[in-house]
């Protein structure tokens, strides 16, 4: 075992120089002596400087009202994101729209992703034209701090609060200790008792009370029992986020036809729903190195790979599960609605 260790060594190394965040698979990046020293705090600090770097060379591609509002709170919020017949047109090509599926179970919640690749596109024009446009495609990548191809799906939300054991997002949390972008634009009214999309206003932005927090949580990750905040995304109680000095969360109990994308590294959650709920979106992630100075050169964005990442992640993922020899995190359901109840 030790030789392997020194063998793979290299590799755990390089990986400090990329977005890899998990305290529990990479020694390196779990030290507890290297965190003591400061390793987590010099990444992180590092990542925030090299996002405000590409950020400000990309301001080009959001309102300057949409800037202001993203620097201050982590988020945009667009209300009537598109005219309403576009939106109705729109919102009926996705809700009467057939598509093959995948779905997460995580507690009393189940996710059900549809990828919105190239071939399902082709024949949804008005999908095709927000998911390729610039009010999507421009506040993913500014907030994302990168010129790169979001990944982009259907994605509904379904849970059952009376059943089962209780979902993990509802726990605040950070996804990884950069910039990263997730949008969603609200296909249905979403309100409070449906477990809505909660945000930390200004936790995308380190003040000394997180970097304190960050040092600590760093120091002892790679042995937490929670296995999503061994592998770097860090859970946090209301009472720790205050002491952060951050504001009262915020609730996106919103109409159909809001955009909201935010970078969560910020502390967010999914709302606790007080009943059966369905939530239906168009969604799109970005997620990139967050050490690199320049901002494009993204190799997914060549022809033949271009808005196949869904594909692809998903393929990534059957083929892991085979070789582990353990069922896949996202399952196929086969063809459903967006709004059908949960497969699984």
Known sequence: MRLFDALI???????????????????????????????????ILLAEK??????????HLVATDDAEAFARDGF????????????????DEVESGIFRATEMKQGNAVTRFIPLSPGVLAHKKELAAFVGGPLFQGGLRYVASTNGDPITYLHTVL?????????????????????TAKAWLFLRDVEEADGPFVYVPGSHRLTSGRLAWEQAQAEDASANPDRLHARGSFRAGPGEIEAM????????????NTLVIADTHGFHARGKSLRPSTRVAIYGSLRRNPFLPWCGLDPLMLPGL???????????????????????PLVDVGEVRPGDPARR
């Open 76 to 91: 945009i919020v667009r209300e009537n994101a598109l005219p309403s017949d576009v939106f109705a047109r729109l919102r």
């Open 159 to 179: 849970t059952e609060p009376r059943k089962g054991r209780p979902d993990p997002q509802t726990a605040f949390h950070s996804d990884t200790f950069h910039a």
């Open 50 to 59: 090299m996002a405000g770097h590409r950020r400000r060379r990309l301001s």
């Open 306 to 328: 271009r808005g196949r990442q869904a594909e692809l992640y998903e393929a990534l993922q059957a083929a892991r599960a085979r070789l582990q020899k353990r069922q896949p």
């Open 9 to 43: 060594a290299p590799f755990w190394i390089a990986q400090l120089a990329t977005g890899a965040k998990s305290f529990c698979d990479n020694p390196f990046i779990g030290s507890q002596r290297l965190n003591r020293m400061g390793l987590h705090r010099r990444r």
């Open 245 to 256: 000095g951050y504001s009262a969360p915020r609730s996106f109990a919103v109409p159909a």
